[in-house]
């Protein structure tokens, strides 16, 4: 069946500007995250939603990222005022709940110039 | 120290080599274990899961050791399609999932 998606696969903004990456999950899966990957570095976990709790916002690095999940599907990522450390790859993955493995989109890569 | 902890490698095997990593994790509490892959510049994908009696799938083999707080994956009859990072993922009873920072293995011909 159909993976996780996520959209735009590139994106490239100059510093200052918001951006907003997307993230379809599979299908009935009821857990989400948002994670971001430097050129060379681990997973950093930025924020997670199980169904329709409060999301766990742990990770996010400022308050210039949120996030949002609709009716309990799409999510969004937004990164206001983006900085040049910003530059990642941002990896969404969705998992049948918590307790159980995710499965990775292949993932936006932002470039602020 | 950090949560979930690999040796960043490289580990340079010939084809057909017997290699194994490990990933040490320092929370006690932690409860599930998966082993992902990661090609270059591609998302992780899922491996394998690890069971609390150690688990085989093919030439993969994972094994937990509580008692020593690491999970170890074994591959056996390495292929140069087995090239790439190798993560430990480990989950904490907050259901928070960590990564290692991946083990990189390089299977020459």
């Known amino acids: 069946g159909a993976g996780v998606s996520q959209s735009p696969s590139n994106k490239v903004t100059e510093k200052g500007k918001d951006v907003e990456l997307r993230c379809d999950p599979i299908?009935?899966?009821?857990?989400l995250y948002w994670y971001r990957q430097s050129l060379g570095q681990g997973l950093e976990f930025l924020i997670y939603f199980q169904g329709n709790s409060a999301p766990d916002k742990s990770g996010l690095p400022s308050d210039r990222f949120s996030a949002e999940r609709t009716g309990g599907s799409v999510s969004t990522l937004t990164i206001q005022r983006t900085q040049q450390e910003d530059s990642a790859v941002y990896l969404c993955?969705?998992?049948?709940?918590?307790?159980?493995?995710?499965?990775f989109g292949p993932g936006t890569r932002l470039t602020v110039t | 120290r950090k949560e979930v902890e690999q040796d960043p490698g490289p580990f340079n095997v010939p084809e057909g080599a017997t290699v194994a990593f490990n990933c040490t994790y320092s929370?006690?509490?932690?409860?599930?274990f998966f082993w992902y892959r990661q090609d270059c510049r591609k998302e992780p994908k899922l491996l394998m899961s690890v069971y609390s009696s150690g688990n085989e799938d093919g030439r993969f083999t994972a094994q937990l050791n509580r008692a020593s707080q690491y999970i170890s994956l074994l591959i056996r009859d390495s292929k140069l399609s087995d090239s790439a990072t190798y993560l430990c993922?480990?989950?904490?009873?907050?259901?928070?999932?960590?990564f290692g920072g991946g083990t990189r293995l390089m299977v020459k011909p």
């Open positions: 929370n006690s509490a932690s409860q599930s």
């Open positions: 993955a969705s998992g049948p709940s918590l307790l159980y493995e995710q499965y």
């Open positions: 993922v480990v989950r904490n009873a907050g259901n928070m999932l960590t």
């Open positions: 299908s009935g899966h009821t857990a």
